[in-house]
Each structure stands twice: as C-alpha cells, then as structure tokens.
C-alpha cells in the first residue's frame, strides 16, 4: 500500500524529490520502494533521467487503474464507518400492524428522523410466523403482543397498553363507560387471520374458561379497516388496545373492560446473533421510548 501512494505522488509530482517531501519521507526510501514495484510488476513505470521524471505509457495505465482502486477503496471505508455508525443500511421489521400515530407509528417515524440513511423494511404478521423469520434472519426485530420467553431469541419488553372492545355506535353496550368480560359472553367475536388475531383468539377463550361458554369466535382474513368497517356495519366485536384506536374509526366506539386483570405487552424479539449497530440503536431508542405501564384513564 505504502509504494502505492508513493507511486501516486510521483505521478502527480513527476520528481521523486518533490513527491518525497509532500510525503514527509527520504526521497532515497520512494526511489527504492517504486523500483521494488517496478521489479514486482514486471514493467517500467518511470522514465528517470537528468531533466526529471515522466510515466511510461504503462506506468500511465497503471497509475490510472491505481486511482479507480483507491476511490473504491475510499468508498468502502467511508460507507463501512457509516454503517457502524448507524448512518447507513437496512432493518428488517416485523410488526403485528401499523396504525398511523400508535406508539410503533411514532418509534419508527423517530427512528428514521435520527437515522435517514436507514431503510426500513416493514412485513406485518403473526407472533409465529414472525419468530421463525426472526430465526432464518429475514428479519432483525419483530414487535409483538405478549412478553416472550424464547430459548434461542432475544425479547425485551417495550411497552403495555390497555385492553379495549370494539363495539357498533348502536350497540345497547355502546352507552356504558366500560364493559365486564361477563357482558360480552354472548356476543359474536371478529378477528383477524394475520397480525394479533391469533392471540385475540386465545385471550378470548382464556378468559371464558371455566365461566361460562366460549362465545362465537369467527375469523376473517381482513386488515384492520375492513375489521373496523364490518364492526361499524354491525357483523360483530372485537378487541383493540388503545394504542391502535387512533384514526378513523367511525361509528365504532372503544369501551375498556373493567375486569381484565392485566395490561397488555408488546415485546421487542430478535436473535442474539444480530449484532447490526442499525438494529441496536433502534432497540435503545424503542425502550427510551416505551412505556412501561399503560396510559391512565383520562374518562
């Protein structure tokens, strides 16, 4: 590398004196590096003679070649310490959903203002099938419903919200300021084939075990708004947390159920393999971010 720079400056110089001084060195140490080269390579790179120093034509094509290497090189370096810096590169996120202004809304949003060299690459899906992604490393992190405890993979919990039912505007319930589990035993449950349906589901039937019979449970491959609209259209209820009944949810009302015994966490899970600085600056901006205990009620 050294006799590469030293080739460079004599290029630039055409004196091996003058290329030694802006190197700071002994012109002795550059004559004796290139003629090294010379003889490593095969080919003449300068002409010495008494009026000075000129390239070859072959040392000319060299030189060239040298400069294109040194600028990919300078590249690699430069966008090497970027990514090390989390200035640079790609995240891979799986997400249950993504409501405009719910907390991973707002986290993401952050994330990007603090890092915009970093794309992010959202895949929305279940607690299971993003544990396995997270596991073949097609994704870096996976925000989820519930606190996790796997073997092979890292989880952290981020932040709890509170339970909410998702009711039509003229449902006799509607009128109430909160519900009990008991009043919802006879209603017609909608949920979602993707994203926290399946946990929906296990809530639901965890809750009415031993109480009284597990109401219907229907499943629908929808998103959210379609789910929100056949709410409003009076097809049935669902469960929310609150965090994600901002946006437009007309002539659906959200009532939070008194009697559930426990907020609901959400949990960051990514593989204790992944050492991507990317990855790790967004898990530490996400836990300076959660919140730990649900909002408190301002009804």
């Known amino acids: 590398m050294v006799a590469l720079i030293q080739t460079l400056a004599v290029a630039e110089y055409l004196s091996f004196h003058r290329a030694a001084l802006a190197l700071g060195t002994s012109q002795s140490s550059v004559s004796a590096r290139i003629k090294a080269l010379e003889t490593d390579l095969g080919i003449v790179l300068f002409d010495r003679n008494t009026r000075g120093v000129r390239m070859t034509e072959a040392g000319r094509r060299f030189v060239d070649q040298v400069n294109d290497a040194m600028g990919i090189l300078d590249r690699a370096i430069k966008t090497a310490g970027m990514h090390a810096r989390s200035e640079q590169g790609d995240i891979r996120i799986g997400v249950h959903a993504l409501t405009a202004g719910c907390f991973l809304d707002l986290l993401l949003e952050r994330f990007h203002d603090k890092h915009p060299g970093i794309r992010l690459h959202i895949t929305e899906g279940t607690a299971r099938d993003a544990q396995f992604m997270v596991r073949e490393g097609r994704l870096d992190v996976a925000f989820m419903a519930g606190a996790h405890e796997i073997s092979d993979l890292n989880s952290r919990v981020i932040w709890r919200d509170r339970l909410m039912v ?15 589990w008991r009043q919802l035993a006879d209603e017609t449950f909608l949920i979602r084939h993707h994203g926290t349906g399946p946990q929906v589901h296990d809530l639901i039937v965890l809750r009415s075990a031993g109480k009284w019979p597990v109401p219907t449970i229907l499943r629908r491959k929808v998103g959210r708004e379609a789910l929100l609209a056949m709410i409003a259209a009076g097809h049935g209820i669902s469960l929310f947390v609150e965090d994600s009944t901002v946006g437009n949810t007309a002539n659906v009302i959200f009532l939070p159920i008194s009697d559930e015994p426990e907020t609901i966490p959400f949990s960051a899970v990514w593989s204790p393999r992944n050492r991507d600085p990317a990855l790790l600056s967004l898990l530490t901006l996400a836990t300076k971010m959660g919140r730990p205990h649900p909002k408190p009620d301002s009804r």
């Open 166 to 180: 998702a009711l039509p505007l003229k449902h006799p319930l509607a009128e109430l300021s909160n519900v009990e």
